[in-house]
């Protein structure tokens, strides 16, 4: 597609309930990325992809946070055991590889999921 | 110490006005410049990349100084659909993670 696809809109846990968010990046697209905007606007990284592959998983919450980017269906950002401080607005974002030259480095977001966990 | 740090606002700035503000980013090795813009908790979309030369897009003007580590965005004649969160944001090679500022809030007001 021409835009980057996230769902769901909104996702309501229970502490301690697995929550598992979606996004289909642009076709053609070779990076994506997630990242989570809590309150006063901070963004963090948590994982990039080139295609299939793990690329930065820096950000990652290891003990309870996984992600995938398999062939052919939707990357996937999964929380095992919500708790409250998960509450977000995740966001996938993907972007296209440079050329020798030329790195735009520009990143395409979705609207984004907007995880609340009571 | 924050990676890329901003000034949160907000600035209340009347329309027509002028605004200015910086970021600075702390990684020297930081390869690629961004202003994105951000409304009501929407998706950021870009608003302008950042060059060593400095550049401008219309009533935008972005400026890099890299010795001293920070970047500026300057809108002039300001319209109130201007009013957002400007995200500053630094990355690294192709690929590689942009790390986004706490974001500059601005209001243009009648």
């Known amino acids: 597609g021409e835009e980057v696809a996230q769902t769901p809109k909104h996702l309501v846990r229970g502490e301690g309930q697995k929550a598992k968010l979606y996004c289909a990046p642009i076709k053609g697209h070779s990076y994506v990325f997630w990242y989570q905007q809590v309150l006063k606007n901070e963004f963090k990284f948590l994982i990039s992809f080139q295609n299939e592959n793990v690329f930065d998983e820096t950000g990652m919450p290891k003990e309870r946070f996984s992600a995938k980017c398999l062939p052919n269906s939707p990357c996937s950002l999964e929380i095992q055991a919500t708790k409250l401080e998960d509450s977000a607005v995740y966001f996938c974002a993907s972007s296209q590889p440079g050329t020798a030259s030329v790195n735009t480095g520009e990143l395409f977001f979705g609207e984004g999921s907007r995880l609340t966990v009571l | 110490r924050k990676e890329v740090e901003q000034d949160p606002g907000p600035f209340n700035v009347p329309e027509g006005a002028t605004v200015a503000f910086n970021c600075t980013y702390s990684?020297?090795?930081?390869?690629?410049f961004f202003w994105y813009r951000q409304d009501c908790r929407k998706e950021p979309k870009l608003l302008m990349s950042?060059?060593?030369s400095g550049n401008e897009d219309g009533r935008f003007t972005a400026q890099l100084n890299r010795a001293s580590q920070y970047i500026s965005l300057l809108i002039r004649d300001s319209k109130l659909s201007d009013s957002a969160t400007y995200l500053c944001v630094v990355g690294g090679a192709a690929g590689n993670k942009l790390t986004f500022g706490g974001g500059t809030r601005v209001l243009v007001k009648p």
């Open positions: 990684n020297s090795a930081s390869q690629s």
């Open positions: 950042v060059y060593s």
